[in-house]
Every structure is written in C-alpha cells, then in structure tokens.
C-alpha cells in the first residue's frame, strides 16, 4: 500500500523560509512523478510544482515560480519543496501527491495517491 508522508510545515514570518518534505512508501519510487498541490480554506486544492520521473524536470505555477523549489532523492524515496520568500498568501495546507509513469502533470485527478497534508502558515 502507497503512503505518503509530509513534513516540515509550520509558521513563518513573511520573506521567511521552510522546506517541506514528503517520504513515499513506494517501492519503485522513481517511476512515479511527484507533485506538491496547496489548499487555502475555503478554496480548491491548487497545484504548486510537479517533478518529472523520467529526467527530473520540473514545472511549477506561476504564482511560485522563482520562490519554490521541488527536487527529489530516488534513494532515500523522498521529495521536497524548498520555499522562500513566503507571503501570507502561501498560507495553505501543503499536499504531496504520485502519479506513476505520468509526465508533466498538474491536475488533481491524474494523480494517484496522496498525503495527509502539512500545515504553512505564513504571518504579515
């Protein structure tokens, strides 16, 4: 059974820093691309960055680009988002989420298996 795990949220004052990490119970772990989605109360979840299986490429939302930073270690079945320069309205519960032998993805329903979720908390 597929796990994911998220930690590394917490509160922060704006122009600060987290890194949130996210440790996968898959055993072929590098077939799968990972993703990092965000849901601010009262919104729908929303995609944040994705890290590709094949080649480690990587795409994120515009509203983060620049600030947030996703990378992953095959090894130790582990991704992470860097993020700095938080704003208050980063302020979200932070979602890892696997799509097995998937590109590119950034929506919701081609991802297969997701986190509990970490709380970001941003303050002004």
């Known amino acids: 059974q597929v796990q994911l795990v998220e930690s590394g949220g917490g509160l922060v004052q704006a122009g600060g820093s987290l890194r949130l990490s996210c440790a996968a119970s898959?055993?072929?772990?590098?077939?799968?691309?990972m993703g990092w989605f965000r849901q601010a109360p009262g919104k729908e979840r929303e995609f944040v960055a994705a890290i590709e299986w094949r080649d480690g490429t990587t795409s994120y939302a515009d509203s983060v680009k620049g600030r947030f930073t996703i990378s992953r270690d095959n090894a130790k079945n582990t991704v992470y988002l860097q993020m700095i320069s938080l704003q208050p309205e980063d302020t979200a519960v932070y979602y890892c989420?696997?799509?097995?032998?998937?590109?590119?993805?950034?929506?919701?329903?081609?991802?297969?298996?997701w986190g509990q979720g970490t709380q970001v908390t941003v303050s002004s």
């Open positions: 989420a696997a799509g097995r032998y998937r590109g590119l993805i950034r929506q919701v329903n081609d991802y297969s298996y």
């Open positions: 898959i055993r072929t772990f590098s077939s799968y691309t």
